[in-house]
């Protein structure tokens, strides 16, 4: 298993309860593949650098966790056609 960052931000206009369901699913995704999630941050609201979708701002969050390959394909494809997402990136975590 390797460690992964992945950084997720979603539409700035969505509920509290309806964001934090969507980090739920994100992490349910890692432990249904056997992974650890070791952080969940929630940085907040912030401005975007350029536009996306007509959206100046954003809710972003990052988490950390362990996994294999399969989880971060899943969690990709998941978050290519979810509305509630403007931009997703998963890296590897070289520390």
Known sequence: MK?????FIFVPNLEEE???AEMDR???IVES???TVEKFEEWGQRRLAYEIKKTKEGYYAIMNFTSDADAVNEIDRISKINEKMLRHMITKDER
Not at 3 to 7: A, D, L, N, R, T
């Open 33 to 35: 593949f056997k992974g």
């Open 26 to 28: 994100i992490r349910s």
């Open 3 to 7: 460690k992964y960052e992945g950084v």
């Open 18 to 20: 309806v964001r934090k």
